[in-house]
């Protein structure tokens, strides 16, 4: 069956650091992954897209990488701040074309 | 624009009793979806629809009905509530041309059945 996993319920990082978080699916070839942003009593927002031509895509502080061979995306905030801290949900388009989200991160980022 | 509004933010249902959760978008947006989430679970898709007139069922349809007459309103009614219907509901629409499929989300409803 498919499945996307986002290894870490939770990633704490002291404010300064990069954080990295973690997308791995199965039984997916997905043409892209896409990337949200949830805070807390509100809806996800979209924050970066990347296709499976491409390895990488940056906006400002985010970069995200794409693997198709590993069947693994991962996403980096530089220069973390407080602001930064939410859930972060990993999504793939599923075969009848809705997009399927992983259960999410919950970034924490220490001052 | 307002994006994606949901109607109401919160709500407390009795088992057994039916309410709607309303959802429209101004942005005319051809594709419109219902998700719902829960702690442990991640969003998951309960019904969709690619226009006016059509709908199909998503990975978690069992207690939801919805219709789409309209391209802006796209509520979704549970007709019988449970307390596994206990959930946050998120209503998120993109337009159906294009193919990135990055979704907008309203701010969601928060239900409760007791």
């Known amino acids: 069956s498919q499945k996307i996993e986002q290894n870490s319920e939770a990633l704490n990082i002291q404010e300064g650091k990069t954080a990295t978080l973690t997308c791995n699916y199965t039984?997916?070839?997905?043409?892209?992954l896409q990337w949200y942003r949830q805070d807390p009593g509100r809806g996800p927002v979209f924050l970066l897209l990347?296709?499976?031509?491409?390895k990488e895509k940056r906006k400002e502080r985010l970069k995200v990488t794409f693997d198709t061979t590993l069947k693994q995306s991962l996403f980096h905030i530089t220069a973390s701040q407080p602001a930064d801290s939410a859930t972060y949900l990993c999504?793939?388009?599923?075969?009848?074309?809705?997009?399927?989200f992983g259960k999410g991160t919950k970034l924490s980022v220490k001052p | 624009n307002a994006g994606v509004t949901q109607t109401p933010k919160f709500q407390v249902l009795k088992t057994g009793q039916s309410m709607t959760l309303q959802c429209a978008q101004d942005?005319?947006?051809?594709?419109m979806s219902w998700y719902r989430q829960d702690p442990g679970m991640g969003l998951r898709l309960i019904h969709y629809?690619?226009?006016?007139?059509?709908?199909d069922q998503g990975e978690v349809p069992n207690g939801y009905n919805v219709s789409r007459s309209t391209t802006e309103d796209f509520p979704l009614r549970l007709l019988s509530a449970a307390p596994s219907q206990t959930s946050v509901y998120f209503c998120?629409?993109?337009?159906?041309?294009?193919?990135?499929?990055?979704?907008?989300f309203g701010e969601g409803s928060r239900l409760t059945v007791l």
């Open positions: 998120a629409s993109r337009p159906s041309g294009r193919d990135t499929g990055e979704l907008f």
């Open positions: 039984n997916y070839s997905p043409a892209y």
């Open positions: 990347i296709r499976e031509n491409e």
């Open positions: 999504a793939l388009r599923g075969s009848q074309g809705n997009l399927i």
């Open positions: 942005m005319n947006h051809e594709y």
């Open positions: 629809s690619v226009g006016a007139g059509i709908t």
